[in-house]
């Protein structure tokens, strides 16, 4: 089969993950995978889109496919990948400027925040993979897209297990400052960070906890210069 990739709001050059696994199993049952171009692809036997965000713009070509598949919360569709696609180690030839790798070790969240679709697409929290199953062979960044790994006890059991490993760290959804504690935050400054450590600042009511987390993680040890905080608007 000759399978076809959009990753239509990829502008950034940040990976798709379902994409590099679609892609990574489809090669490995003996299909052609490529970015499926206009006019210069041909006829493709399916098509996978990829859409992460709503207020992005839908793909603006004709796609010449028997089969198209849209899948991503910019499409307000939350399946899952098969399970035998979901368990595929990703496929990062197809993102060659991204040296970086890149998963979940939980999926879900504690927090019932209106805006968000996170508790209708993964549900509450729960453990997902092993940091150590993420990472690449290339690579000794990991940047996690938990939603809220701090909510849980295998989260934070992860993270331990991240000390003292020759690797650097990014939660880079943003972590819950709620859930900092003076122990969170000696475990936290134990860690190499790629850059920042993120928290999420979406209410007013976030400002106080967000400070104090900041103020917890500075007496452990961490750098001011390397808090970031995420906000609502």
């Avoid at 006829?43 to 598949?69: C, L, Q, S």
């Avoid at 399970?83 to 496929?91: H, K, L, S, T």
Wanted: glycine fraction near 8%.
């Amino acid at each position: 089969m000759k399978i076809g990739l959009i990753d239509v709001d990829g502008h950034s050059g940040f990976p798709n993950l379902a994409l590099m696994k679609l892609a990574a199993y489809h090669k490995s049952i003996g299909d052609t995978v490529e970015w499926y171009t206009p006019w210069l692809s041909g006829h493709m036997d399916k098509v996978y889109m990829a859409k992460v965000f709503t207020f992005e713009p839908d793909y603006a070509f004709n796609v010449d496919a028997d089969e198209i598949v849209k899948g991503g919360t910019g499409y307000g569709l939350f399946q899952d990948l098969a399970p035998e696609i979901d368990a595929v180690f990703p496929d990062y030839s197809i993102y060659p400027k991204f040296k970086s790798a890149i998963g979940f070790i939980t999926r879900g969240c504690i927090r019932n925040c209106p805006w968000c679709v996170v508790p209708r697409k993964e549900g509450k929290i729960r453990p997902c993979s092993d940091w150590r199953s993420i990472k690449r062979d290339d690579s000794n960044e990991l940047v996690f897209l938990d939603n809220n790994v701090l909510a849980s006890d295998y989260g934070i059991a992860q993270m331990k297990g991240m000390i003292g490993q020759k690797i650097k760290i990014d939660f880079n959804q943003g972590m819950d400052a709620r859930l900092v504690t003076p122990e969170i935050a000696n475990i936290m400054a134990k860690l190499k960070w790629i850059r920042w450590v993120r928290f999420s600042c979406d209410t007013k009511q976030s400002i106080k906890p967000v400070a104090k987390a900041f103020q917890l993680l500075r007496e452990a040890g961490v750098a001011p210069s390397s808090f970031w905080s995420y906000t609502l608007v």
